[in-house]
């Protein structure tokens, strides 16, 4: 068992060159998480000096490693916010408030250069969210727009394996340069650590990752927009999720379901907390319909809920076996039937965002 103050007082014992005081003392670290045997945190340092604060980054990671008893250690290098975003409260509840959270409207930076921001959501893990994000993201792009996709799932980042980019992005500028995949810009949280450490991201550290990758990625230019981001959010209702959609400036959220029951309640759930929120649901996605779960679940569900129903997505090995082999299906088979569904969800999406 790591304690905090073990933690702190490693971290405070590295000094920050700019003003000589420790990390802690100087203020650079944000979200720290300690759990058992991990930790991570973010630096946070002025945008021009990200690349200038690498070996300090590498000396605090060295120096949590040498904690007694310390198994795993994920530190990422961020750069400040900009300027002061507009807070959102769109929408939110009095209920949501009451229950106390959040306690304060929670700002949210709308990145630059993007038209549309589009999340893929689902309130139960597994049903296939990633798998849609990523190919309806290139179903979109196959329809003329730029498209970027924004892997936001600090629970189980998988689009580094679904479009299979890897390696940390570059920065220029201060800003992050998106890996380009299958015609898509790409950032995921799982680009920004070890993959196997994003699963310690929490709270702090998690909205802190999302807002850094969403408001400070080179998503497009004042001369060549980005008409759609496509956000794959972690899967669930809870507040992880809660903060990140108020977090994320969305125009709009589709929900996949698969048509069992109990997965058409979370897919409810998920809903419900778009509404808290003012974000429309633009519609549900049934996936994995089929023998074994059934079908026709997701239409019915869509009809009660009084949302757009988008259209079924068939079990398929071969959907799967893209995803795995890093080649989105609508891309590798863009005449085959399951691009043919992705294109027609791609097309009532972008008709709802108004492109
Ligand atoms: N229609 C489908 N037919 C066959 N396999 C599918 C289908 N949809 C998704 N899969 C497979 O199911 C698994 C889970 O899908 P995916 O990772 O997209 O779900 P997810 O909701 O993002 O999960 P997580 O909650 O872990 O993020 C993957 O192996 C994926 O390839
Ligand atoms: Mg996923």
């Known amino acids: 068992m790591v304690e905090r103050t073990a933690v702190i007082a490693a971290l405070d014992a590295v000094i920050d060159p700019v003003s000589g005081q420790g990390l802690v003392a100087a203020g650079l670290v944000q979200g720290l998480v300690v759990a058992e045997d991990r930790a991570g945190f973010a630096l946070e340092v002025d945008r021009r000096q990200v690349a200038a604060y690498a070996p300090v980054r590498d000396a605090a990671e060295a120096a949590l490693k040498a904690i007694p008893g310390m198994a795993r250690v994920s530190v990422i290098l961020t750069a400040e916010a900009a300027s002061a975003p507009a807070p959102r409260t769109a929408g939110l509840s009095k209920a949501a408030v009451d229950q106390g959270r959040p306690k304060a409207p929670v700002p949210t930076d709308r990145p630059a250069h993007v038209r549309r921001v589009l999340a893929v959501a689902s309130g139960k893990g597994g049903v296939g969210k990633s798998t849609v994000a990523v190919n309806l993201a290139v179903a979109l792009a196959r329809r003329g727009l730029s498209v970027g996709v924004l892997d936001a799932d600090v629970y189980g980042p998988s689009l580094p394996t679904m479009l299979g980019v890897s390696g940390q992005p570059a920065y220029e500028d201060g800003a992050i340069v998106p890996h380009i995949a299958h015609g898509l ?27 850094q990758m969403l408001s400070q990625t080179r998503w497009g230019t004042a001369e060549a927009p980005l008409d759609v981001l496509v956000v794959d959010l972690p899967p669930g209702t809870g507040d992880v999720q809660l903060t990140l959609i108020q977090k994320t400036p969305l125009d709009g959220a589709v929900i996949v379901s698969t048509p069992q029951e109990v997965a058409l309640a979370d897919a409810r759930r998920a809903h419900t907390l778009f509404q808290k929120v003012g974000v429309p649901t633009l519609g549900l996605i049934e996936n994995m319909s089929g ?18 129903f988008l259209g079924e997505l068939p079990l398929d090995p071969a959907l799967r076996e893209a995803g795995d082999a890093g080649r989105p299906l609508a891309a590798a088979d863009p005449s085959g039937e399951m691009a043919r569904r992705f294109d027609a969800i791609a097309a009532a999406t972008a008709s709802a965002l108004g492109l």
């Open 291 to 308: 023998d074994v779960f059934g079908r026709g679940g997701g239409k019915a569900e869509a009809e009660r809920l009084s949302v757009a």
């Open 185 to 211: 810009k790409a950032m995921s949280v799982g680009l920004l650590t070890r993959m196997d450490d994003a699963m310690i991201w929490r709270g702090p550290m998690a909205s802190q990752a999302i807002t």
